[in-house]
Nanobody, 127 residues
Framework: QVQLVESGGGLVQSGSSLRLSCKAS????????ITWFRQAPGKRRDGVSC????????YYTSAVEGRFTISRDNAKNTVYLQMNTLKPDDTAVYYC????????????????????WGQGTQVTVSS
């Protein structure tokens, strides 16, 4: 069955870096886009970054543009989110999700576009 498993979260200080991993199984990773979402305490879940299949385009929400980089290694069935210059506002549970399409959805951050989700990994950034 389709599974997405996130890892790499932790507690870090402001200005630090973390790399999150999203390990996929049960499907061919290269056939789908993958998106990272995050949910801070008491807030809605928001889109962070999306990577299309193959060498397709990537997208970032403005809050992380220039600090976060999404990438994929299809041979390892894994999508990564490199997070640099972390800020306390980045504190959240981070989820990866798979849409029904090869490309990032037209409405990229619309959660109805995604049919599989991971369980999440906690990222906490202290000031």
């Amino acid at each position: 069955q389709v599974q997405l498993v996130e890892s790499g979260g932790g507690l870090v200080q402001s200005g630090s870096s973390l790399r999150l991993s999203c390990k996929a199984s049960g499907f061919t990773l290269d056939d789908y886009a993958i998106t990272w979402f995050r949910q801070a305490p008491g807030k809605r879940r928001d889109g962070v970054s999306c990577i299309s299949s193959g060498s397709g385009p990537t997208y970032y929400t403005s809050a992380v543009e220039g600090r976060f980089t999404i990438s994929r290694d299809n041979a390892k069935n894994t999508v990564y989110l490199q997070m640099n210059t972390l800020k306390p506002d980045d504190t959240a549970v981070y989820y990866c999700a798979r849409p029904r399409t090869r490309d990032c959805p037209l409405v990229t951050w619309a959660q109805y576009e995604y049919d599989y989700w991971g369980q999440g990994t906690q990222v906490t950034v202290s000031s």
